[in-house]
């Protein structure tokens, strides 16, 4: 099982362009979750999903989007990226609410 | 709203010494807790949880945190640790009520010292 992918790996952006960071599992889960980690905040909650067609919002939502389509994906969209969202980016996933989550090895985004 | 703190972001200590780490949430209503681990260079893990029931919980590897919902906290102990217990410990609290919504700590940095 690959668990949680998450792509790119590394990635520098300017500020103002777009991207969209990729998360998929293949466990067949329907609790996801994307959060940033920064030094001395810990794991901060952007946004969330407890099933395909059904996102929410986290702690940080601004100046982020995310649709769940499939159960498999969960895609993380930067609008237009600010010096402030640098940080590493964290998909997770769990089988259930209460659940461990399992976590992607993370993507660690620059923004100049 | 829910809300974790963790007291101590940093906590020194020599082997074979015991630990706390500390963490308190903050909720108006029924929660489920969680410490996770994360290891030098490595993703999270699920150290232990509260969901009902006795209030202590054990890890595999001796840790054990204690519930106490009069002080709203939920520390984590370990009576002797090892130089590989040398990681950043996150504790994690959800509201009964909110489906999915996973709210972390600051974080505590063991640093065990021989």
């Known amino acids: 099982n690959a668990g949680v992918t998450q792509t790119p790996k590394f990635q520098v952006l300017k500020t103002g362009q777009s991207m969209t960071l990729q998360c998929a599992q293949d466990?067949?889960?329907?609790?996801m979750s994307w959060y940033r980690q920064d030094p001395g905040m810990g794991l901060r909650l952007i946004h969330y999903?407890?099933?395909?067609?059904?996102?929410d919002q986290g702690e940080v939502p601004n100046g982020y989007n995310v649709s769940r389509s499939t159960t498999e994906d969960f895609p993380l969209r930067l609008l237009s990226a600010a010096p402030s969202q640098t940080s590493v980016y964290f998909c997770?996933?769990?089988?259930?609410?209460?659940?461990?989550?399992?976590f992607g090895s993370g993507t660690q985004l620059s923004v100049l | 709203a829910q809300s974790v703190t963790q007291l101590d972001s940093q906590v020194p200590v020599f082997e074979e010494a015991p630990v706390e780490l500390r963490c308190n949430y903050s909720?108006?209503?029924?929660?489920?807790l969680f410490w996770y681990v994360q290891y030098p260079n490595q993703g999270l893990q699920l150290l232990l949880k509260?969901?009902?029931?006795?209030?202590l919980v054990e890890s595999i590897n001796g840790f054990e945190a204690e519930f106490n919902k009069s002080q709203t906290s939920f520390h984590l102990r370990k009576p002797s640790v090892h130089i590989s217990d040398t990681a950043e410990y996150f504790c994690?609290?959800?509201?009964?009520?909110?489906?999915?919504?996973?709210?972390f700590g600051q974080g505590t940095t063991l640093q065990v010292k021989p």
């Open positions: 997770a996933s769990s089988r259930g609410d209460v659940e461990k989550l399992f």
């Open positions: 466990m067949n889960h329907e609790y």
């Open positions: 999903s407890v099933g395909a067609g059904i996102t």
């Open positions: 909720s108006s209503v029924s929660v489920y």
């Open positions: 509260y969901l009902s029931g006795s209030t």
């Open positions: 994690a609290v959800r509201n009964s009520g909110n489906t999915g919504k996973l709210i």
